[in-house]
């Protein structure tokens, strides 16, 4: 498994903007199709956005769409999520994942960084 590292949660008012950072600790990372995911207090895990290993191909949620967008970098082992026009439903604790092309599901998990948006 990959080790991975988020940063770039806070407090912001709605309507604000974050980006999000998550990077990897090995250069498979460039072979991992990446995902960002994110848990409300009493509510189960969801998906949120992730990204093909090159690139190439994107998907969100549709509560995100248009607000979000993930890239990646692989010459730096990270991947981003930038998220603009937050609401308070955003908040949540968001960690990113890595699943490899063996894997059946995202299998390396970050442990996840806090987004708290203010109305």
């Known amino acids: 498994q990959v080790q991975l590292v988020e940063s770039g949660g806070g407090l912001v008012q709605a309507g604000g903007s974050l980006r999000l950072s998550c990077a990897a600790s090995?250069?498979?990372?460039?072979?991992?199709?990446m995902g960002w995911f994110r848990q409300a207090p009493g509510k189960e895990r969801e998906f949120v956005a992730a990204?093909?290993?090159?690139?190439?191909?994107?998907y969100y949620e549709d509560s995100v769409k248009g607000r979000f967008t993930i890239s990646r970098d692989n010459a730096k082992n990270t991947v981003y999520l930038q998220m603009n026009s937050l609401k308070p439903e955003d908040t949540a604790v968001y960690y990113c994942a890595g699943k490899s092309g063996h894997e059946p599901d995202f299998g390396s998990w970050g442990q996840g960084t806090q987004v708290t948006v203010s109305s």
């Open positions: 090995e250069r498979t990372f460039s072979t991992l199709a």
């Open positions: 990204i093909t290993w090159n690139g190439d191909k994107t």
